[in-house]
């Protein structure tokens, strides 16, 4: 069954729902940078270290929480976890614009990343429930865009909110749409093709037949312990691990990098904050649209990476005396992280079968999210012990390095058939 037999109209049905759901889930989470600049430190008497380590906790809860949810979401129901997850986190945001102390602050930023732990492999999962090999990329991309695209908008509104009314309000604001959009996942979604009436007969059975057969094509792994023990997988939580720093780092602190360098306002910081995010959409679409095409994953992952490396470490080069030649290196540092996301993603569906994937992608998640700590904490660290923002560009350009490393040590998974099948990895 070739692809384009495929019914298209999962595309227009199911893509919406998953960047919007990600899109929130990314919008309560990437927000307190513009609190930390727009005060919220002076407000509550959080000193500079302390401020590192609150807005890093959110990666701790999140870290913790990925592999229970995947399991759940695997075995159960991507449905029903979402649609608590929603509600949960809408709350934990609009909380964080009513607490009067750090302790409290501390509590609902960890509580926050509990909650939203699961949604990342619960989507994934969604994904892979839905869409072919061939497709994942680009569907893998869609999702992630929910990412890039909010921070894009979410840098601009949350810059207005903060200028007019004050972090506390931007929180209550922001986290408000999750449980409004909660309701309406909960009507309009189901887990699998088999369930929903808006497919044919016909076309739940080509879908299905297609997913099977890429299932029998590839080697079985009989439990989580194994799938945990193999080799790519090992080594994708490394490489995932040490991109994250480089990402959470960027997206956490770049607004407090900005306004600390300029002498630009609020509005004019979420502005110049916004554009990295308008780059790395175009550059995410454009690397899954081409990993899809040549069925290659590997060649899309590490070349982005290195070219991120290479921007920070020129913006480290430059030091703070040239704020506009080392502002345009982090818009390509920004586009170069963000571009690997959708081809990334399709590796572990294609070096797994069904029964473990989800736990594996999971597993490499929350590595993910150990990174996003490890980054959040010691760039937010750097900034303050320095005062400028050179040695977290090194720090960062350091560990897309050693991203690029490990993503080129990845080497593909024997298939199951005698007769081999070209996979994306193979000779990449």
């Known amino acids: 069954m070739t692809t384009s037999s495929l019914a298209i109209r999962r595309w227009w049905t199911i893509m919406p729902i998953v960047f919007i759901t990600y899109s929130l889930a990314y919008l309560d989470r990437a927000n307190f940078g513009f609190a930390s600049a727009a005060g919220i430190n002076q407000d509550l008497g959080i000193s500079k270290g302390l401020s590192s380590l609150i807005g890093a906790l ?15 979401a695997e075995r159960r129901s991507v449905r029903k976890l979402v649609f608590w997850s929603l509600i949960l986190w809408g709350c934990c945001a609009a909380l964080t614009g009513m607490v009067s102390n750090i302790p409290s602050l501390m509590v609902i930023r960890f509580a926050l990343g509990i909650v939203e732990a699961a949604v990342m492999p619960a989507m994934l999962i969604f994904i892979s429930n839905w869409f072919s090999k061939s497709e994942r990329s680009r569907a893998n991309t869609f999702l992630i865009l929910g990412n890039p695209v909010t921070v894009l908008w979410m840098s601009v509104v949350s810059g207005y909110l903060v200028h007019s009314f004050g972090w506390r309000h931007m929180f209550i604001a922001e986290g408000v749409p999750a449980i409004v959009w909660a309701v309406i996942w909960w009507f309009i979604v189901q887990d699998r093709p088999a369930q929903v009436s808006w497919l044919s007969p016909q076309e739940k059975k080509d879908l299905d037949d297609t997913l099977r057969a890429e299932q029998a094509a590839i080697k079985p792994v009989r439990n989580y312990s194994e799938a945990f023990r193999t080799p790519a997988v090992i080594k994708l939580c490394a490489q995932y691990f040490c991109w994250s720093i480089g990402v959470y780092g960027f997206v956490l602190w770049l607004p407090s990098i900005l306004k600390n360098g300029s002498t630009f306002g609020m509005v004019e910081t979420g502005w110049l904050s916004a554009l990295p995010y308008l780059a790395a959409t175009i550059a995410m679409l454009a690397a899954s649209w081409a990993s899809d095409k040549l069925n290659a994953r590997k060649a899309f992952v590490w070349p982005f990476l290195l070219i991120g490396a290479i921007a920070f470490a020129a913006s480290y080069a430059l030091g703070s005396t040239h704020f506009w030649m080392s502002y345009a290196l982090l818009v390509i540092a920004g586009a170069a992280m963000y571009a690997p996301y959708g081809p990334f993603f399709a590796i572990v569906p294609e070096l797994l079968p069904k029964n473990v994937a989800g736990g594996a992608m999971a597993l490499i998640n929350s590595m993910g999210a150990l990174g996003s700590f490890v980054g959040s904490y010691v ?4 900034n303050g012990a320095t005062g400028k923002p050179a040695a977290s560009y ?6 897309l390095v050693a991203a690029v490393i490990l993503t080129l040590a990845v080497k593909p998974q024997s298939t199951r058939s005698v007769r081999k099948l070209a996979t994306p990895l193979q000779g990449k």
Not at 379 to 382: D, I, K, R, S, T
Not at 394 to 399: D, G, P, Q, R
């Open 394 to 399: 090194a720090f960062m350009s350091v560990a």
């Open 58 to 72: 959110f990666f701790l809860g999140y870290f913790f929480f990925q592999i229970p949810g995947a399991i759940y």
């Open 379 to 382: 760039v937010g660290y750097l």
